[in-house]
């Protein structure tokens, strides 16, 4: 019985530590490590299997694929992580009131995920994307009258919006890649309590 212990100690012991030494990283993401001495380290690690100190050092995993932001009636607002938002309320030009959905692509710089993590941290979704697309939405909205947003000028507004987005992402290291507006409606159409006025 003794013996049968110990060897069931042992194993749960060894593959403790082996779990400590190792980090994969999978295709489409790296891993950046925290050490306890250090600080979070400057260098990534890329996509297969690298070595750290057990209990010394911690690594997280970031996506550096191509993210998918959606602004839709869909979204579920309880999980404030999740990438992406509901429609967002937003008043044209000619003071009409909106009701934005649509989808940005979005890309994480591998270079600066280190700085995301230690300045930003893990939920920059709530603290950076989603403010930042809301307040830009409705601003780049305003400059516009509610029929060049749904018709001809959709290009246009795209266009002035990507940029917008990518003037303050850029520098923190979050590259815009696209921005598709999928539906701009009336904003008596969409669900009610369904739309972010904040």
């Known amino acids: 019985m003794s013996e049968s212990l110990d060897k069931l100690m042992y194993s749960f012991v060894m593959e403790d530590v082996l779990k400590g030494l190792f980090i ?5 993401y790296v891993a950046c490590v925290y050490d306890l001495g250090r600080g979070v380290l400057k260098k ?6 690298h070595f750290k100190i057990p209990f010394w050092q911690k690594a997280k995993l970031f996506n550096t694929q191509t993210l998918e932001y959606s602004i839709s ?11 992406g938002d509901v429609p967002i309320g937003a ?13 940005l692509l979005l890309r994480l710089d591998i270079h600066q995920i280190p700085h995301i993590w230690q ?7 709530a ?6 697309v809301r307040s830009r939405i409705r601003m780049v909205a305003s400059r516009f009258e509610a029929g060049d947003i749904v018709g001809p000028k959709r290009d246009a507004v795209e266009m002035e919006l990507k940029n917008e987005l990518e003037r303050i992402f850029y520098p ?24 972010a006025t904040e």
């Open 91 to 103: 008043v044209s030009l000619d003071a009409k009131k909106l009701a934005v959905e649509g989808t």
């Open 127 to 132: 603290k950076i994307i989603r403010p930042t």
């Open 44 to 49: 990534v690690l890329t996509p297969g299997l």
């Open 73 to 83: 009636r869909d979204f579920n607002p309880q999980n404030e992580k999740a990438m």
């Open 24 to 28: 994969y990283v999978p295709p489409g």
């Open 172 to 195: 923190r290291g979050i590259y815009v890649e696209n921005v598709l507006l999928s539906d701009v409606s009336p904003i008596t159409e969409a669900v009610k309590g369904k739309i």
């Open 119 to 125: 300045t930003i941290g893990e939920d920059f979704v």
